[in-house]
């Protein structure tokens, strides 16, 4: 089970959906440059629990990750994302 965290995400421009992921060990500014989609997206660049701007969380697999994106689109109230 997924602890609350303080997920820091880049949320910039307004249409279609695209969250994206960084790898390990990066954070989302890897995807500064996809970030102009801006103009006819919404761009949602996430740092992963332990990365970049968000809260560590010690013993994360894969699936909590998974969980936590699933748990940001609920928030933000997406239903459908690239």
């Not at 695209?18 to 500064?32: C, D, M, N, S, T």
């Not at 969380?57 to 689109?73: F, P, V, W």
Request: proline share 5%; hydrophobic share 40%; aromatic share 8%.
């Amino acid at each position: 089970m997924i602890r609350n965290s303080n997920l820091f995400v880049h949320d910039v421009g307004s249409g279609l959906p695209i969250v994206l992921i960084h790898g390990y060990p990066l954070h989302h500014g890897i995807w500064e440059n996809q970030f102009v989609l801006s103009d006819s997206y919404r761009i949602l660049a996430p740092d992963l629990p332990g990365f970049g701007r968000s809260d560590h969380e010690n013993g994360l697999t894969m699936g909590d990750y998974a969980d936590q994106i699933t748990a940001l689109l609920d928030e933000k109230k997406i239903e459908k994302a690239v």
